[in-house]
């Protein structure tokens, strides 16, 4: 279920609300808003628990605090913000989330709720964590999203810059025909299947169709075939490899023997690989141009948002 882990792992970051909370000790002071010793511990707790690590050394727990306590403070930051904004996400925003989470894992409710037991968090407290982080991600849309834009020549500068990332690898496609041999076959089998596949290769060297003889020779138990799609350059074993080596496209091999049977293989195209046209991944260089842009403009606007804060650690 990584995908599921990957988001509950998030999740668990996220501040909770402060006033329900036992104060222990203050762990710091945002704005007007506390974070407590009792709340960050809580966190760690839950994290190491989440990625299986029940014991820790007392360096590593207090190295853990701190860069729970740094994320925790910008998570509060952000609800501090979202507040003032007002912004808001619906139950149906929620509940949708949750299903995109059940499909990407293929996994039931039930069994959600049960992986989110085992880490010690209930489904009302995930409900109520992924709402904060649709709000996370609501806001950080609003605040940076007109902040972002592309243009043409920045994909195409990407594109000659990063030719080599545009290629395609080598590859042959193939069509095979195979006479497979059963289990503890004996010498008149091997002879009997040899001699089919010799019958097949003589007709289809004199110009029949592959599928249709394939068609026909399917009839026997033991045969078949079809097409093997793309198989990139290297990987067809040893025996496949030499067979057709020099083959041009619309070729046919001679009758290769293996352990499994005797095969026949057809060429079908026979690719050195090319450089993409930049339209072809204009939309791949577009996206991967915004991500990088958005990141550092989030990355700033987090900085300014911290910068302009008042804020007291007291670990």
Do not use: C
Not at 153 to 173: L, Q, S, V, W
Not at 179 to 203: D, K, P, Q, S, Y
Not at 253 to 263: C, D, K, L, N, R
Request: hydrophobic share 40%.
């Amino acid at each position: 279920m990584k995908h599921f882990f990957l988001i509950a792992a998030a999740l668990m970051l996220a501040a909770t609300p402060l006033a329900a909370e036992t104060i222990s000790r203050i762990a710091a002071i945002v704005n007007q808003d506390i974070i407590t010793t009792a709340q960050l511990d809580r966190e760690v707790d839950t994290l190491l628990a989440a990625e299986g690590q029940d014991e820790v050394s007392a360096t590593q727990r207090d190295a853990l605090r701190g860069k729970i306590l740094d994320k925790m403070i910008e998570d509060l930051l952000l609800r501090q913000r979202i507040e003032k904004l007002g912004l808001r996400v619906s139950e149906q925003d929620i509940e949708q989330a949750i299903n995109d989470v059940q499909a990407q894992n293929n996994i039931t409710r039930e069994q959600l709720q049960e992986a989110l037991v085992a880490q010690g968090m209930t489904f009302e407290t995930y409900r109520e964590r992924l709402r904060q982080q649709l709000l996370n991600f609501k806001l950080v849309g609003r605040e940076i999203q007109g902040q972002v834009e592309v243009t043409n020549a920045e994909m195409r500068d990407y594109y000659r810059a990063h030719m080599e990332d545009f290629r395609t690898e080598p590859y042959i496609r193939l069509s095979r025909m195979t006479f497979r041999l059963t289990a503890g076959h004996g010498f008149a089998e091997v002879e009997a299947m040899r001699g089919r596949a010799e019958a097949a290769r003589n007709e289809l060297l004199e110009g029949k169709d592959f599928h249709e003889i394939l068609m026909q020779h399917a009839t026997t138990p033991g045969v078949d075939g079809g097409d093997m799609g793309e198989i990139p350059e290297g990987t067809l074993s040893d025996s496949f490899n030499r067979a057709v080596s020099d083959l041009s496209a619309g070729q046919v091999s001679g009758v290769i023997e293996t352990a499994e049977g005797f095969h026949i293989l057809r060429l079908e195209e026979r690719s050195t690989g090319e450089t993409r046209t930049f339209e072809s991944v204009r939309d791949q260089i577009r996206d991967k141009l915004l991500e990088d842009k958005r990141a550092s403009a989030l990355s700033e606007w987090t900085r300014n948002l911290r910068d302009s804060a008042d804020i007291e650690k007291r670990l």
